[in-house]
């Protein structure tokens, strides 16, 4: 169970099983045993996403199908049809959750290939880890679809 309680104006502790997590709407500390973690909020990770992910769109002809946005939580879902392929780009920064993730589907058997994934703990404020996943990825791209 969560315990909430407000620190200052905009800025929330919580207490969840142990694990103190202090921030605002526009940033995100965690504080664990080993130190202090610096994340995007779930806005600057959809946006970040949104822009250094574009050329899915101009390049490769995908579509975006869904976004999402809620705390701890970004996601966008691309799909292209002629290909059959969907690729969901998230960004999950609750202490539970697995971090940035880049998730490649076959449409035609439902398989899936995880390409990227970058914890919360090795993300910074300015999602300069989403640019550099994003130049690692359209660099390897042949690759990372062809499974």
Do not use: W
């Amino acid at each position: 169970m969560s315990k909430f309680r407000a620190v200052g104006r905009d800025r929330y502790y919580i207490l969840y099983h142990g694990m103190a997590t202090v921030g605002s709407v526009k940033n995100m500390t965690k504080k664990t045993g080993d130190g202090y973690y610096h994340f995007p909020d779930s806005e600057t990770s959809l946006d970040s996403i949104l822009r250094n992910f574009n050329r899915l769109i101009d390049e490769y002809k995908y579509e975006i199908v869904s976004t999402k946005c809620v705390k701890f939580y970004s996601d966008v879902v691309y799909q292209n049809t002629d290909l059959k392929r969907k690729i969901e780009i998230s960004n999950a920064t609750n202490y539970t959750d697995y971090g940035f993730s880049i998730f490649i589907y076959k449409l035609t058997d439902d398989s899936s290939h995880m390409s990227i994934n970058i914890p919360y703990e090795k993300q910074d404020e300015q999602c300069s880890f989403i640019e550099k996943a994003a130049t690692d990825f359209f660099l390897h791209y042949p690759e990372v679809t062809a499974f």
